[in-house]
Every structure is written in structure tokens, then in C-alpha cells.
């Protein structure tokens, strides 16, 4: 019986083409200007520093649209070394389990060009999804436009629960 399981899970994973069956890697990869990226593998100048497993799933499955919107809109943060609402964007990022890749506009003269580009400034941070931007600190703005993109934001990171509204009652 428990061999007759066993070639029944394997002949379903084969016939399902086996996105349960598999995990995908995420590698963490890092340039020598500091720039970070998340990828299935680093670039051959890039250097890995971090490793994760990330389950497969079917079509409609979480991950299987959360890798749909990764193709369609990227997430790049624009930010600066020493830059407290940087490492905060950048936490937040991780918390949220969004892969992203980072340029560092302080010594990078292709993404000082790039984020003007996309923001008509330079204020970091700057986090782009797909074509979208939100600047500084803006933890409601980014989940918005992750949201519209696509991104399946299933988890509340700790401390995120909504802050008191300053504003009069209406």
C-alpha cells in the first residue's frame, strides 16, 4: 500500500508538471558597488550572501502570481548608503517577502540617471514597481502600488498594524 502512495504522488507530480513537488531558490546576490539584487542565480561578478527556498504552487497559486507580477513589475529601491528611511524601505521590502533589486545612487552614475528618470528627482528612497515610484518612507504608498501590481501581500509585518489618524473627524 504505501508503495502503490508513493508511485501515485510521483506519477502526479510528473503528470502535473510538478510545481507543488519543487521548491524555486532565491539567491540574495551583491555587486562590488553594494547593489543587491534577488535572482535564481548571481551574475558572475556578483557574489552570493543569502539563500532561500521558496515553494512551488499550481497557476493560481500565491507564489505562481507573486512570480507573474516579479516578471511584469520589478521592484527596484533607489537608496544611499547611511540612510535611515532606506533601511527602512529595504526592511520593510524583506518583511514582505518582495524580491527587489537595489541601486545605489551615491556612486552609480547609470542609476543617479535611471532614477531621475523615473521620478523627475533624486529623493531616496525611491522604490519603483514596474513603472509606479513612491518616494521617501512610504510604507501604505508601496503596499498600494505591490497590490495593484500584483504582489500577494498575505503577511501583516509585525509592528505594520494602522497608526491613529492625526486628521479631524469629518
Do not use: W
Request: glycine share 8%.
Amino acid at each position: 500500500m504505501r508503495l502503490a502512495i508513493q508511485h501515485f504522488v510521483i506519477a502526479a507530480c510528473v503528470t502535473l508538471s510538478a510545481p507543488v513537488c519543487h521548491a524555486l531558490t532565491v539567491v540574495r546576490c551583491e555587486d562590488a558597488d553594494g547593489s543587491v539584487t534577488y535572482r535564481d542565480h548571481c551574475p558572475p561578478n556578483d557574489r552570493q550572501t543569502g539563500e532561500q527556498k521558496v515553494p512551488g504552487g499550481g497557476a493560481n497559486s500565491p507564489s505562481a502570481m507573486r512570480a507573474a507580477a516579479v516578471r511584469t513589475s520589478p521592484v527596484v529601491i533607489f537608496t544611499v548608503p547611511a540612510c535611515d528611511a532606506c533601511d527602512l524601505m529595504r526592511h520593510h521590502l524583506v518583511t514582505l517577502e518582495i524580491p527587489f533589486t537595489e541601486q545605489n545612487v551615491d556612486t552609480d552614475p547609470a542609476a543617479q540617471a535611471a532614477l531621475k528618470a523615473i521620478s523627475g528627482g533624486v529623493t531616496v528612497p525611491t522604490t519603483a514597481v514596474g513603472k509606479k515610484v513612491v518616494t521617501g518612507y512610504n510604507k501604505a504608498g508601496l503596499q498600494a502600488l505591490l497590490s495593484a501590481a500584483g504582489y500577494e501581500l498575505q503577511k501583516t509585518p509585525p509592528g505594520s498594524a494602522p497608526a491613529a489618524s492625526n486628521s479631524p473627524p469629518h
